[in-house]
């Protein structure tokens, strides 16, 4: 069966609840008509019956659930409730991760060793130990949100929002027609030590996962989707330029705290002393939640293509320089070294598409990122990136100045 398939093998691990069976069920049968073979590993309780579905292989888990006389309706219900309620539903997902991780690492390890080319383990992402266990597999884990994409971004982030930042940082009627005041309180309300755990936990697995499927549309769900077209900072340094352990710091608080989403590239060994973001200050995580990523390399013309990329912090180099007008976004610029100032005095004072970061202190940073990317005053700043883009686009059009050029080298060096 397995050579038929062209795609590669796929385990799928799902939750046993009605609601997280039937996307995952739907998520298998795609992939299946994509020519992936599947298998389904799922615990015992709420087990489907293989006969139905004679394309997937299954494999069950014991959970020890039915012995803990936890009925399927009851810990149903109590799931139900549970983002608004103090029910302790996160105990009975505590319990379940604690019957379920040592069968299914056994039953992972057991199905890896029999297929060579498993491309990837999906998991729902109540099953959150699963990403735990391919971490150290070294496989890639891609976690299936079976609810919406709001809930997975707002919920961890909304106790930390205090009642000010909540309705000074909305800006978007559809947010704001959320009442998220009213969740928040309703979730922030007395949380268990087990339902910050499984909070952590749900985070800490996607942010580890290769991939995320969300089972919505983005046209439902907007803002949540798509972070806000030109709300995202990214910041990177180029290939060369090494920062000490406080600019480190300092450029991490300025990040969180701006408040704008993030994509930050630290490559192994920028910072001095360090192997990677091991010197990022305590409380750092915590404050920035899902609203920021740290990588160590990213497809930077590809991110500064994206709509969400509405600013560039950049050291300048010739090329990131380059790539950030042809996508027309705005830089906040922050030279190291040699041709890096001279370019940053073209962005800054000649071309004036971008704003130097004259000091890394938090404050000003926070100022200057806001002013780029969001205050009135930056607007002109953003109005002349985009026109410089246009500019650009045109020079590289087939009978552009820029390819006119480019054909007359050609044309030279052609025998
Ligand atoms: C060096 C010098 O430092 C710079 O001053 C000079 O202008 C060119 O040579 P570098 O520092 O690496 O270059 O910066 P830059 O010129 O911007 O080139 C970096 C390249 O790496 C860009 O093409 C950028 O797209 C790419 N990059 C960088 C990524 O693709 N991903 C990353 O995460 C970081």
Redesign the pocket.
């Known amino acids: 069966m397995e050579e038929q398939q062209k795609s590669g093998h796929l385990v799928l691990v799902m939750a046993p609840f009605q609601g997280h069976l039937t996307p995952m069920l739907q998520l298998a049968t795609i992939l299946h008509s994509k020519g992936f073979s599947i298998t389904i590993v799922h615990p015992e309780l709420n087990s489907l019956n293989p006969s139905n579905h004679p394309e997937f292989t299954f494999v069950s888990i014991p959970d020890k659930i039915k012995e803990s006389q936890l009925s399927d309706e009851d810990l149903a219900d109590k799931l139900k409730e549970s983002l608004v309620s103090n029910v302790d539903v996160a105990g009975s997902l505590q319990s379940l991760h604690k019957n379920c991780a040592a069968p299914l690492q056994k039953c992972l390890e057991n199905i890896l060793h029999s297929h060579h080319h498993t491309a990837a383990v999906i998991y729902d992402t109540l099953m959150f130990c699963a990403q735990t266990i391919v971490n150290e597999l070294g496989i890639p884990g891609i976690t299936l949100r079976t609810s919406s994409a709001t809930t997975m971004l707002l919920f961890p982030v909304l106790p930390q929002l205090g009642e000010k930042e909540l309705m000074s940082g909305i800006e978007s009627p559809e947010l704001q027609a959320l009442q998220l005041q009213r969740l928040r309180a309703l979730i922030v309300q007395n949380p268990t030590q087990a339902m910050m755990e499984v909070r952590a936990a749900f985070t800490n697995a996607i942010k580890f996962s290769s991939a995320i499927i969300v089972n919505s549309m983005e046209f439902l769900e907007l803002d949540a989707l798509s972070k806000a077209p030109k709300s995202v900072i990214y910041v990177?340094?180029?290939?060369?330029?090494i920062i000490d352990k406080q600019e480190l710091i300092e450029t991490a608080w300025g990040l969180s705290n701006s408040k704008q989403p993030f994509l930050w590239?630290v490559?192994p060994g920028m910072v001095c002393g360090s192997e990677w973001i091991e010197s990022l200050p305590n409380g750092f995580e915590e404050s920035v939640g899902e609203r920021g990523c740290i990588?160590?390399?990213?497809?930077?013309?590809e991110?500064?293509a994206h709509a969400a990329v509405g600013g560039f912090w950049?050291?300048?180099?010739?090329?990131?320089?380059?790539?950030s007008i042809c996508e027309g976004v705005p830089m906040l610029c922050r030279?190291?070294?040699?041709?890096?100032l001279l370019?940053s005095n073209y962005i800054c004072n000649v071309w004036k598409i971008g704003l130097e970061l004259q000091n890394l202190e938090r404050g000003n940073t926070v100022r200057t990122i806001k002013r780029l990317m969001v205050d009135m005053e930056g607007k002109d700043i953003r109005k002349r990136a985009m026109d410089l883009k246009k500019k650009a686009a045109l020079r590289l059009m087939e009978d552009g100045s820029t390819s006119c050029s480019f054909n007359g080298l050609i044309k030279q060096i052609s025998v």
């Open positions: 990177s340094f180029g290939s060369i330029a590239v490559r990588v160590k390399w990213a497809p930077q013309k991110v500064l950049s050291h300048c180099g010739w090329n990131s320089t380059i790539e030279p190291f070294f040699g041709d890096q370019n």
